[in-house]
């Protein structure tokens, strides 16, 4: 059913190839393995690389109207976690439909009974404690809606508050108009393609993240994960974010987007990354707004493209591995020239390229 819901994107959508995680990415507080060299690597493009188009999708082609959901204070689904729960084995594609309003995620956790998370929970172990986004769905909102995560330091263990997101996705997805708050959680959103979803494609359209710094929990230690999306990727996954916004508030150790990649081999059949019109806000003093992280051993070439886009600050290209190089060969087009700080300057094979 994955594969119907592909050919509801644009053909052109689909044109990268791309490579494989299934990992969680190490905490956000980890620091790389080696000592991080701050090295401006842009140089002169001669040409823009061809880009995949998108056209505007409409939200119901191809869906049965049996699996067209609305989730609003007047509907019968009033808790959009709930009904991930209820969808979590419905594989077809389907489509959320999200009224106006602001929606308490961290209290829709509760209300829906889901698992507390023990305080030394393993990171892979997050499957278990979470609603997820359900496979092969279009998420609309309509008009100003809000995903909120926001308790209080002392209302949240600290093994929830590094477990729970206001959205988590996996595998095939749609997501669209959507403001997103996050204090004390894991992330804004948690993305991880792991290999159950690879050849997945996950486009986002006009959401608006924001995550504020946690404050200490009763355990005296720092919640949450602190970085605005956590995003890892499988193999041959497609990420596409256009008219997006990534804001991070606070902390010097910190991203305003975090992604890896990790457990694969094969070189050609990478991810790929692509921002179009996106804005980057925040994160280690504006040093490390952008974060391209490589968790795997084996040499791979992940294309990764920023178009007319603002990063407020700058990249950073950390490799986790002693034994690996720096994969993500970015260009950006009319998105300014960022200062980038390389883990191993001797190892990058693909310096930043720079259009304007």
């Known amino acids: 059913m994955k594969k119907s819901f592909v050919l509801l994107l644009t053909a052109t959508l689909l044109l990268s190839c791309f490579v ?17 060299t701050t090295e401006v690597t842009t140089v002169a493009a001669t040409e823009a690389p061809t880009q995949p188009t998108t056209e505007p999708i409409d939200p119901t082609e191809g869906v049965d ?8 204070p007047e509907r019968e689904h009033k808790s959009l976690t709930q009904l991930f729960l ?53 998420l609309i909102g309509v ?13 949240i263990t600290y093994g929830e508050s590094r477990t729970w997101s206001p ?30 979803f690879q050849d997945s494609t996950h486009y ?21 994960f602190n970085n605005t999306i956590g995003n890892g990727m499988a193999q041959g996954t497609t990420f596409l974010f256009e008219d997006c916004t990534f804001v991070f508030k606070g902390g ?18 990478a991810p790929t990354l692509t921002f179009r019109r996106c804005v980057f806000q925040g994160g280690a003093g504006n040093a490390r707004t952008v974060r391209l992280q490589n ?47 390389v883990d191993k300057p001797e190892q990058n094979y693909y310096p930043v390229k720079v259009v304007e």
């Not at 209820?86 to 209290?107: A, C, H, M, Q, S």
């Not at 959205?167 to 792991?194: A, M, P, Q, T, W």
Request: glycine letters at 8%.
């Open 86 to 138: 209820d969808l979590k084995d419905n594989y077809l594609p389907k489509t959320i439909f999200v009224d106006e309003g602001t929606y308490d995620i961290f209290r829709e956790y509760k209300d829906a009974g889901i698992p507390s998370p023990p305080d030394d929970v393993e990171s892979p172990d997050y499957f278990d404690y979470n609603a997820f986004l359900p496979i092969n769905t279009r």
């Open 143 to 155: 008009g100003n809606v809000r995903l909120e995560f926001n308790p209080g330091p002392f209302e």
């Open 167 to 196: 959205l988590n996705v996996l595998g095939e997805c749609y997501i669209e108009n959507l403001e997103i708050f996050c204090k004390n959680g894991r992330y804004c959103i948690h993305d991880d393609s792991h290999n159950d």
């Open 252 to 269: 010097d150790k910190n991203s305003a987007f975090y992604t890896h990649e990790s457990g694969s081999s094969d070189p050609w059949h």
């Open 204 to 224: 986002y359209k006009n959401v608006r993240c924001t995550y504020q710094m946690s404050d200490y929990g009763a355990n005296g230690q720092r919640l949450g």
């Open 65 to 72: 109207p049996e699996n067209i959901y609305y989730v609003g």
């Open 295 to 341: 968790l795997a051993s084996a040499n791979l070439y992940i294309p990764t493209l920023f178009e007319d886009c603002t990063i407020e600050g700058g990249l950073y290209l950390t490799i986790y591995s002693d034994n690996s190089a720096q994969h993500y060969d970015v260009t950006l087009i009319r998105s300014g020239n960022p200062s980038v700080m």
């Open 20 to 36: 494989g995680c299934g990992k969680e990415e190490a905490p956000a507080t980890q620091a790389p393995t080696t000592a991080a």
